[in-house]
């Protein structure tokens, strides 16, 4: 019978099936930082237990770090004792940490790809939502909770009911200025929030396989905004190409016998997905969000759509969110004035995201008023920025490359938007209050981010 690339993953990893119940399912790979694993390890102390297999599990600090003066000592004592309290758990449960400091830290879902640790056929978790990123890869990748980054520590499994499969077929070639970021967003416009809720999306199509690695990252990052349990793709020669030589990839024989199981990875043909759903890359344009969640989205020169909603609450909700970023119906958001623009986060934080943002302003100057935050995923990120001479583009154009983090993509470190201000971000979720208590988000790609930080207003940059 044949199966989908999401099926022959998920039953080469089953341990045991609970009959009318959850599956118990084996995980070759573990990434944990410092917010949702210190009660998973105070877990582990109360029950006496190890770390079943520590070599499958890998730590960095990333949300709580500063984007500043990392050398010096944490001021922030919150942040100080979350990082703190991982290098102890690491270093007591003998864990692979990579530090601050380490030229391998960075965000774990950037650094995880770019040290192969992350290769196809893997069932990969952390404890973080933006796990689906690894699922680029051809990787059943999801996010858990902290109860089951404890189970995994102490048995190398976890209890999860297999989800239904959904394919996403993306046909057609992508126009000049379009990003996967703008591929994400307008596939979540269409399909909401919560419409694939339920769901492992598999994205494929001639617009997906054209992608490069960074940029299939970051749309299997963003299938967790529209309700998928992740997201993922087949690998192929770009794949390989992307994971060939990295530190922990297999080396010599072994990379060949990993080649040619790899190459069976792929939904075979008359395989039956529970849902299908088509796109036409022709139809996507530079994105824009307008309100506070993912799904809120229209292309940069549309206006404000009215909601399509007969429900009083959902209703309700609407205006509240745009009461929030203060727009209204039919309003054209090109033209609107930015205060902060924010590069960077597991979404939009690698070298490929550095070198579109670099296109635009490279010649031009930043926009007076407007504070920009360029933050780079890693500190191979950074090496690369530097090896380009990227650094020599946006310094002449008056920007500042600060350290790796998760930054502004939350507020859980130095890097908060103050109440009111609007930021141009290129981060994964647009929230009330997720850059900061009061702050306002518009989500976008790295072009159009790059247009607003050169402009000071939201801009086309298919017009730069």
Not at 132 to 140: D, E, L, P
Not at 209 to 234: D, F, K, Q, V
Not at 325 to 335: A, E, W
């Amino acid at each position: 019978m044949p199966k989908t690339l999401f099926d022959k993953i998920w039953d080469a990893h089953v341990v045991s099936t609970i009959e009318g119940g959850p599956t118990q399912l084996y995980i070759d790979r573990h990434y944990c930082h410092e917010v949702t694993s210190p009660q998973a390890f105070d877990g582990l102390r109360r029950r006496g237990l190890k770390v079943f297999r520590p070599e499958r599990t890998y730590c960095s600090p990333d949300h709580n770090i500063p984007t500043k003066d990392q050398e010096l000592p944490i001021e922030d004592p919150v942040s100080r004792n979350s990082v703190d309290t991982l290098t102890r758990n690491a270093e007591e449960f003998g864990l692979t940490l990579f530090r601050l400091g380490d030229p391998r830290n960075g965000i774990i879902h950037v650094i995880g790809p770019e040290n192969g640790l992350t290769l196809p056929g893997q069932t990969i978790v952390c404890g973080d939502s933006h796990t689906s990123t690894h699922g680029a890869f051809g990787a059943i990748a999801f996010g858990i909770g902290t109860s089951e980054v404890e189970m995994v520590l102490a048995t190398q499994c976890i209890l999860q009911p297999r989800p239904k499969t959904m394919r996403i077929t993306v046909d057609g070639k992508l126009r000049p200025g379009v990003t996967a970021k703008d591929i994400a967003l307008y596939i979540i416009s269409k399909m909401t929030t919560g419409g694939a809720t339920g769901y492992f999306v598999e994205y494929a199509g001639e617009a997906i396989r054209a992608l490069n690695m960074e940029e299939r990252m970051t749309l299997c990052n963003l299938s967790i905004e529209m309700g998928a349990r992740g997201g993922m793709i087949a690998p192929d020669e770009t794949t390989l190409e992307y994971v060939k030589g990295r530190p922990y990839a297999p080396q010599g024989e072994e990379w060949d016998k990993a080649v040619a199981q790899w190459k069976g990875l792929k939904s075979d043909e008359g395989a039956k997905f529970d849902k299908e759903v088509r796109f036409d890359a022709e139809d996507i344009e530079p994105r824009v969000t307008f309100g506070t969640n993912p799904g809120m989205g229209m292309g940069i020169n549309d206006e404000i759509p009215a909601p399509d909603s007969s429900d009083e609450a959902g209703l309700a909700s609407y205006r509240k969110s745009l009461d929030y970023m203060g727009f209204k119906v039919g309003q054209k958001l090109v033209g609107t004035p930015v205060d902060y623009v924010f590069l960077g986060s597991c979404t939009n934080g690698r070298i490929e995201d550095f070198r579109e943002f670099a296109s635009i302003v490279k010649g031009r100057k930043k926009a007076a008023g407007v504070t920009v935050w360029l933050v780079p995923g890693s500190w191979k990120v950074v090496e690369q920025i530097k090896a380009e001479g990227l650094d020599k583009v946006l310094e002449e154009a008056g920007f500042e490359l600060r350290q790796p983090g998760c930054s502004a993509c939350l507020a859980m470190n130095d890097d908060k938007v103050p109440a009111g201000k609007l930021c141009v971000s290129t981060s994964n979720r647009n929230f009330e209050g997720r850059q900061g208590p009061g702050a306002r988000t518009i989500l976008a790609g790295p072009l159009v981010a790059a247009a607003a930080a050169v402009t000071g207003v939201i801009t086309d940059p298919r017009t730069l």
